[in-house]
Nanobody
Framework: QVQVMESGGGSVQAGGSLRLSCVAS?????MAWFRQSPGKEREGVAC????????YYSDSAKGRFAIARDNTKYMMTLQMDSLKPEDTAMYYC?????????????????????WGQGTQVSVFS
C-alpha cells in the first residue's frame, strides 16, 4: 500500500510564500493536498492527475497556489504564494491510487486511501 509523507510547512508573514512537498513510497495515480484548521472539516486544496496534465483547485487556492508532480521521484509539490492568515492549517498529502477523480469529486476526502501525518502552515499578519 502506498505511503506518503509531507514536508515544508512553517510560519510566514502574510503575503509570503511556502512550498510543500510530498514523497510517496511508490508511483500512485491521483494525488492531492488537503488542509484542516481547528474546528473545521478537512477541505481539498488541489489535486493533480497521474500524468500531471489535469489540475483541480479549490476556489481559495486558484490563482495563488500551484500543484505539480515529478513521477521520476514519486514527488508532489504545492507552491503557495500570496499567503493569507486564513490559509493557516495543517496541510495533508493524500493519494487515491484506485480512483479516477473528476472536478466534481476530487475534493471528497473519503476517496483517498493514503494520508500523510500533515505539516503545519501558519500565516501571521
Amino acid at each position: 500500500q502506498v505511503q506518503v509523507m509531507e514536508s515544508g510547512g512553517g510560519s510566514v508573514q502574510a503575503g509570503g510564500s511556502l512550498r510543500l512537498s510530498c514523497v510517496a513510497s511508490q508511483y500512485t495515480s491521483y494525488m492531492a493536498w488537503f488542509r484542516q484548521s481547528p474546528g473545521k472539516e478537512r477541505e481539498g486544496v488541489a489535486c493533480i492527475s497521474p500524468g500531471g496534465g489535469v489540475k483541480y483547485y479549490s476556489d481559495s487556492a486558484k490563482g495563488r497556489f500551484a500543484i505539480a508532480r515529478d513521477n521520476t521521484k514519486y514527488m508532489m509539490t504545492l507552491q503557495m504564494d500570496s499567503l493569507k492568515p486564513e490559509d493557516t492549517a495543517m496541510y495533508y498529502c493524500a493519494a487515491a491510487p484506485r480512483q479516477v477523480l473528476k472536478e466534481e469529486t476530487w475534493w471528497e476526502a473519503s476517496l483517498y486511501e493514503a494520508w500523510g501525518q500533515g505539516t503545519q502552515v501558519s500565516v501571521f499578519s
